[in-house]
């Protein structure tokens, strides 16, 4: 067993400080995770890649996008090409509701991609910054900005989306009180 699965394991049993916690994984080592009580998974591959092999956890959400930083100033030729591949919002839609559905009884939530370095740290970073979720800080110097950016930016207008559904509905009750 590896020192990642080690700390893995070890992470898992540790109860979080916060409330909840993010771990982010290569594809190789989330293969290795049991299914375990209180743990969730984002699962996500390349659009040309094969799903990763997971036992049957309750709460999975499965992605396919590239790791495209699109927001970069200086995109590489072969970066360029993906483009089309890159996090979608409605894919950073699916994120925040995956999570905000979560039942009290998961306080650690497994991201993995392809090397465990860019686009699950993306969006352990975001979880991070969004919800407030315990992350292991060392690990996100790789994260992919333009995931966590977008995240970020999806969660942000969902909930002014909320907030003006509820100010026309004090509007609407407002209104019908009046009459």
Do not use: W
Request: hydrophobic residues 40%; glycine residues 6%.
């Amino acid at each position: 067993m590896s020192q990642r699965i080690k700390d893995i394991f070890a992470a898992i049993h540790r109860p979080p400080e916060t409330g909840k916690r993010v771990l982010a994984l290569s594809k190789g080592d989330a293969e290795r995770i049991p299914l375990l009580p209180g743990v969730a998974m984002i699962s996500i591959v390349d659009a040309d890649s094969a799903q990763a092999v997971l036992p049957p956890y309750e709460f999975l959400l499965r992605l396919s996008f590239s790791d495209v930083d699109f927001l970069a100033h200086n995109l590489s030729d072969r970066a360029q090409k993906k483009l089309g591949e890159a996090m979608t919002k409605a894919q950073g839609l699916e994120v925040n509701r995956f999570v905000r559905a979560l039942p009290e009884s998961i306080h650690t939530v497994i991201v993995h991609c392809g090397a465990g370095v860019s686009r699950s740290c993306g969006v352990a970073s975001a979880l991070n910054a969004i919800y407030g979720f315990e992350v292991e800080e060392q690990r996100l110097k790789g994260a992919n900005q333009s995931v966590k950016k977008l995240l970020i930016e999806v969660a942000k207008n969902q909930s002014r989306s909320k907030d003006n559904r509820r100010a026309k509905s004090k509007v609407l009750r407002c209104a019908t009180k009046k009459e």
